[in-house]
């Protein structure tokens, strides 16, 4: 808190100046709590395994000695558990899966991982079978009659397999009707494979190019062959077709060229809006997926500040817990998916964050620290509680959401999941001009960064929420160094075993980020003003529904 004491020129410093000295977030605590909880012990945190109750454990037991109360799901005797139960749908592969191609007549095995990622059906199916399914080549697998743009032209896909381009029309050209480099829902896989049910064809199988993705073929192939996890739902058919997966490009590539087409001929023409769907002569489908399908029910961890003059108005801090589990060997043999960036680091600064303002003066609005399940699988610990609410949203003041730390040190910037239009990310920059940093705007707008992160399940239901990011402009080397750690990050070690806690890091950034989060929510829970979407903003007009709760 030191750096933004000096600064002493603002309204924001007058309320820093509140909070003792002993607030400050430690960077060794920090350290301490990322070496636990992405320690091998805790096999990778995977939702519905022992690694989760080991977590969830630690993280009651943190939550309870840092000085919250709980605040999870009502119980009997009026007084609150610290869990919210979030019930899922649990999905796995059953080794082997055959899958295959036939071109041209002759039979290509394809072996799961390499050439293709199937994800478990969702479906409710024990069992998936598709013989010789044709193959269209679709586009980008988008409908947008609010932009006039159309990849079906009412081609009947039932009984079909699709691929699909990753990502947005104009990804590539960096102009167009879909924000240019920055991607929209639409280019989201998600999205995808939620059209697929829409269009009533057997499967969408989204092409894997690394640019557009914004990652590489590993994590693909270790977030897709892993187990899945769904909401429970009452008709899973109109949610998900049978088969969801991810194909490398070469093998499409060479599937074009079977069929005489060209790969990249196609792709240029599928970014325009006269794009109509291509079949590919003489290529079929075919796979057999036995499923093992059950239901479970995860945990939400979640402490609370209560408010001294508004309790029922909520500050909610958020970080996901889980992370991928066991899975896959990497080349070195390890099938531990430790998650320690991803994200012991962020829910290690949520532990912080509230160690620090259960010591500061209590705040007139309560605060909210809440720790998610399945963010990995979906967003889905984050999507169960805005769908189930245990404070009312109307009411909730803003999401301040932390999906990773700063490991690399102090940086001079800072970014959020996306360039959001809403004013807590104003408030933000306020804060941070007295730390001496900048806000950076999101240096991979094509990543769909806002779309990726929990705070996502508060903003589309109309919620003020950014994610926080780190700064690439590091005290210690710039930009240079900066954005050399985080290529290497996200080639090296994201979504793979190598994510592991390194005694080289230098976690007096992620402190000092954390205590700027701390200040931001703390002037929040003191002042009656309430963050705003901006005009134009997707998620105004859902945030006005409930704007008579906030008179």
Do not use: C
Request: avoid cysteine; proline fraction near 6%; hydrophobic fraction near 40%.
């Amino acid at each position: 808190m030191k750096q933004f004491l000096l600064a002493g020129a603002s309204a924001w410093a007058v309320l820093a100046l509140s909070l003792p000295a002993s607030a400050g977030v430690s960077a060794a605590k920090l350290a301490d709590h990322i070496q636990i909880l992405s320690s091998d012990d805790f096999e990778g945190r995977g939702p519905a395994t022992a690694g989760e109750v080991k977590t969830v454990k630690y993280l009651t037991e943190q939550f309870q000695a840092v000085g919250l109360q709980p605040g999870g799901d009502l119980q009997k005797d009026g007084t609150r558990a610290w869990t919210q139960d979030v019930p899922l749908a649990q999905f796995d592969n059953k080794d082997p899966i055959k899958v295959s191609v036939t071109v041209n007549g002759q039979v290509q095995p394809w072996a799961q991982g390499d050439q293709i990622a199937i994800r478990a059906p969702q479906t409710g199916a024990d069992r998936v079978t598709v013989k010789d399914a044709p193959v269209v080549f679709i586009g980008y697998g988008v409908k947008a009659p609010e932009r006039n743009w159309d990849d079906f032209k009412g081609y009947d896909l039932k009984g079909k397999i699709a691929l699909v381009l990753v990502n947005d029309p104009d990804f590539e050209t960096g102009v167009g009707d879909f924000g240019g480099k920055a991607m929209t829902y639409y280019g989201r896989w998600t999205y995808k494979y939620e059209e697929a049910a829409r269009q009533g064809a057997v499967g969408f199988i989204v092409i894997h190019e690394t640019a557009p993705a914004s990652y590489g073929w590993n994590t693909v192939k270790n977030s897709n062959t892993n187990t899945v996890f769904d909401i429970i739902r009452e008709n899973p058919t109109k949610a998900h077709a049978p088969i969801e997966a991810w194909i490398q490009r070469d093998p499409t590539v060479a599937l074009f060229k079977a069929s005489g087409l060209d790969f990249e001929t196609l792709k240029k023409l599928a970014q325009t809006r006269d794009f109509k769907p291509v079949p590919l002569s003489g290529v079929t489908f075919s796979t057999d997926i036995a499923v093992d399908a059950k239901k479970i029910v995860s945990k939400n961890v979640v402490g609370l500040l209560p408010g001294t003059a508004h309790p029922d108005e909520k500050v909610v801090y958020t970080a996901h817990w889980d992370h991928l589990g066991v899975g896959l060997p990497d080349a070195k043999g390890d099938r531990i998916y430790n998650g320690a960036l991803d994200n012991a680091s962020g829910t290690s600064m949520l532990i912080e964050i509230g160690r620090a303002a259960a010591v500061a003066p209590r705040t007139e609005r309560s605060m909210l620290f809440l720790a998610v399940t399945a963010e990995e699988k979906g967003l889905l610990g984050s999507e169960y509680y805005a769908a189930n609410p245990l404070y009312p949203l109307g009411t909730t003041v803003a999401n301040i959401n932390m999906d990773g730390a700063a490991t690399n040190g102090p940086s001079r910037d800072f970014g959020t999941s996306g360039d959001a239009p809403l004013t807590l990310q104003d408030d933000l920059i306020e804060v941070a001009k007295g730390y001496n940093m900048t806000y950076s705007p999101d240096p991979r707008p094509g990543a769909g960064s806002f779309f990726r992160s929990d705070h996502f399940s508060f903003a589309k239901r109309g919620v003020p929420a950014i994610s926080f990011g780190g700064g690439q402009d590091l005290v210690n080397g710039g930009k240079v160094r900066g954005e050399a750690l985080q290529k290497a990050y996200t080639t090296e070690r994201y979504h793979q075993p190598a994510d592991e806690y390194s005694p080289d890091w230098d976690l007096s950034g992620a402190a000092q980020n954390a205590d700027m989060l701390l200040v931001l929510g703390t002037r929040l829970a003191n002042s009656r003003t309430w963050p705003e979407w901006k005009a134009g903003s997707e998620f105004k007009a859902e945030r006005d529904k409930t704007a008579s709760a906030r008179k």
